[in-house]
């Protein structure tokens, strides 16, 4: 369930009820000290089990000492479901992945909009490390966009991400901005503080330190059903000048026949309208599977190729279980799962994708945007194509690493059932470099998430 199906529920009447009868249900939930703490130690126990490398961005004691620091800090008889979740983060988040999370409580959040929750009602874009506003769903008219948040009910900004940042998995800061920007200000400031009966703001304008209080906003009508998710779902081709071709393929996720329908006939129109130039719009992606990436590239590809160069996994005694459970198991690639010993990491072999024939293939430049919100397999399809020398990517440093610890797979906490993601496979990108930085664009642009001004591709059309 994401963010964009929120929407949808508050659209349709029969969703709601469904969503309703879930989440009241969810709601109702309460756990026991004792069960919390058994679930506790589980996740540490399990993580350490299935985690392909737990301590890739942290170290065993510091992962240890936030434990115990978590578990100190357990001290009430009973949690509700959603209590449960961020104290789970809290560990989880400390492994410094952003593929290993306990997901966002959206039953939980949905429950709380439906029985007329409020938010706060700034969105920011951080820039230079600034809070910047970037959407004022307020009443308040004095606030505009670009003011930089000082402070919200006498806490500075900084401290305020502080107590944010361990409900956000991510290997480093700009990791955790881009999703913060993403997933909003309002919903994290609720996940970290819980429902406020006003704002106390202060913001910097023309250099002066300005104060006001600002009303709480619904959930529902003052926020949701105003605003545009960050990510960008949809499919989309045009023409622009300059005999150029712009496609966005949309997310690499659902139908995978649709989607190469999508692809297939968009480089029929592309390759009857003598395109010289093609633009592939990797920017506010959602990532999704290598076999989406795959086929788009395969109408750029001159030869056979991979996705990564080299792709591992770990198996585990969880991951066969779930795997007897949930998978194919005639598949060879649950297969290996199955057939390598618990906790053993090995190489996993893809077979090398084909290209599409000559005939229908683009052969003119090809230019790929990405942007700090170009999640997971759009960062990799992007440094693929990169890699293989079939594209230049254009626009600024992805929060994602094009190489991952991803592959994820899930499972439930014993007594209270919450779901964890975890990271059960490496993935090298194609040229086998390891920055330890995002994606680099080759042209550089900076993507600023203030307006709906495109500097991107603006400043691209101009350069081509």
Same mark, same amino acid.
Request: glycine fraction near 6%; hydrophobic fraction near 35%.
């Given at each position: 369930?994401?963010?964009?199906?929120?929407?949808?529920?508050?659209?349709?009447?029969?969703?709601?009820?469904?969503?309703?009868?879930?989440?009241? &249900?969810?709601?109702?939930?309460?756990?026991?000290?004792?069960?919390?703490?058994?679930?506790?130690?589980?996740?540490?126990? &399990?993580?350490?089990?299935?985690?392909?490398?737990?301590?890739?961005?942290?170290?065993?004691?510091?992962?240890?000492?936030?434990?115990?620091?978590?578990?100190?800090?357990?001290?009430?008889?009973?949690?509700?479901?959603?209590?449960?979740?961020?104290?789970?983060?809290?560990?989880?988040?400390?492994?410094?992945?952003?593929?290993?999370?306990?997901?966002?409580?959206?039953?939980?959040?949905?429950?709380?909009?439906?029985?007329?929750?409020?938010?706060?009602?700034?969105?920011?874009?951080?820039?230079?490390?600034?809070?910047?506003?970037?959407?004022?769903?307020?009443?308040?008219?004095?606030?505009?966009?670009?003011?930089?948040?000082?402070?919200?009910?006498?806490?500075?900004?900084?401290?305020?991400?502080?107590?944010?940042?361990?409900?956000?998995?991510?290997?480093?800061?700009?990791?955790?901005?881009?999703?913060?920007?993403?997933?909003?200000?309002?919903?994290?400031?609720?996940?970290?503080?819980?429902?406020?009966?006003?704002?106390?703001?202060?913001?910097?304008?023309?250099?002066?330190?300005?104060?006001?209080?600002?009303?709480?906003?619904?959930?529902?009508?003052?926020?949701?059903?105003?605003?545009?998710?960050?990510?960008?779902?949809?499919?989309?081709?045009?023409?622009?000048?300059?005999?150029?071709?712009?496609?966005?393929?949309?997310?690499?996720?659902?139908?995978?026949?649709?989607?190469?329908?999508?692809?297939?006939?968009?480089?029929?129109?592309?390759?009857?309208?003598?395109?010289?130039?093609?633009?592939?719009?990797?920017?506010?992606?959602?990532?999704?599977?290598?076999?989406?990436?795959?086929?788009?590239? &395969?109408?750029?590809?001159?030869?056979?190729?991979?996705?990564?160069?080299?792709?591992?996994?770990?198996?585990?005694?969880?991951?066969?279980?779930?795997?007897?459970?949930?998978?194919?198991?005639?598949?060879?690639?649950?297969?290996?799962?199955?057939?390598?010993?618990?906790?053993?990491?090995?190489?996993?072999?893809?077979?090398?994708?084909?290209?599409?024939?000559?005939?229908?293939?683009?052969?003119?430049?090809?230019?790929?945007?990405?942007?700090?919100?170009?999640?997971?397999?759009?960062?990799?399809?992007?440094?693929?194509?990169?890699?293989?020398?079939?594209?230049?990517?254009?626009?600024?440093?992805?929060?994602?690493?094009?190489?991952?610890?991803?592959?994820?797979? &899930?499972?439930?906490?014993?007594?209270?059932?919450?779901?964890?993601?975890?990271?059960?496979?490496?993935?090298?990108?194609?040229?086998?470099?390891?920055?330890?930085?995002?994606?680099?664009?080759?042209?550089?642009?900076?993507?600023?998430?203030?307006?709906?001004?495109?500097?991107?591709?603006?400043?691209?059309?101009?350069?081509?």
């Amino acid at each position: 369930m994401s963010f964009y199906f929120i929407r949808k529920v508050c659209y349709r009447k029969n969703l709601v009820l469904v969503v309703l009868t879930i989440s009241q &249900s969810v709601l109702a939930q309460q756990f026991s000290k004792a069960q919390i703490l058994s679930d506790l130690a589980y996740l540490k126990k &399990s993580l350490k089990e299935t985690h392909f490398n737990l301590y890739a961005y942290t170290t065993n004691e510091a992962f240890n000492r936030n434990y115990h620091k978590v578990r100190q800090n357990i001290k009430k008889d009973s949690f509700t479901s959603l209590d449960a979740k961020k104290i789970f983060q809290q560990v989880v988040s400390a492994v410094n992945n952003g593929h290993t999370r306990v997901p966002f409580p959206i039953p939980e959040y949905i429950t709380y909009a439906q029985n007329g929750g409020t938010l706060f009602p700034l969105e920011v874009a951080i820039e230079d490390g600034n809070a910047l506003v970037r959407k004022n769903w307020s009443s308040n008219t004095n606030i505009t966009t670009g003011s930089e948040l000082l402070s919200i009910n006498g806490k500075h900004i900084k401290k305020v991400f502080e107590k944010v940042y361990p409900q956000i998995s991510a290997e480093r800061l700009y990791f955790k901005h881009a999703q913060l920007e993403n997933l909003s200000l309002p919903r994290f400031y609720w996940l970290a503080y819980g429902e406020q009966q006003s704002y106390e703001v202060e913001i910097l304008v023309d250099g002066q330190r300005l104060k006001y209080t600002l009303k709480p906003i619904n959930t529902i009508e003052d926020f949701e059903m105003k605003r545009d998710d960050i990510l960008k779902h949809d499919r989309h081709l045009s023409f622009l000048k300059k005999a150029t071709a712009y496609i966005r393929p949309g997310d690499f996720g659902g139908d995978l026949e649709l989607f190469k329908h999508f692809i297939d006939s968009s480089f029929i129109e592309i390759k009857n309208k003598n395109s010289e130039n093609l633009i592939v719009d990797l920017r506010n992606h959602s990532g999704g599977d290598d076999a989406f990436g795959d086929y788009l590239v &395969s109408y750029i590809a001159d030869k056979p190729f991979k996705w990564a160069s080299r792709f591992q996994l770990k198996t585990s005694k969880a991951l066969k279980d779930h795997t007897r459970k949930h998978q194919d198991t005639i598949q060879a690639y649950w297969q290996s799962v199955l057939s390598h010993k618990d906790g053993e990491i090995y190489d996993y072999e893809f077979d090398n994708y084909r290209p599409q024939p000559s005939s229908k293939r683009f052969k003119g430049k090809v230019y790929v945007l990405v942007n700090r919100q170009s999640y997971s397999q759009s960062t990799v399809t992007a440094s693929q194509i990169k890699d293989y020398g079939w594209g230049t990517v254009v626009g600024e440093e992805t929060a994602e690493f094009p190489n991952l610890y991803a592959s994820i797979y &899930s499972y439930n906490l014993p007594k209270t059932g919450i779901k964890v993601e975890v990271s059960k496979g490496k993935i090298e990108r194609v040229n086998g470099i390891d920055t330890g930085k995002g994606l680099m664009p080759e042209i550089e642009i900076k993507d600023h998430l203030l307006d709906d001004k495109d500097e991107i591709l603006e400043k691209l059309l101009n350069r081509i």
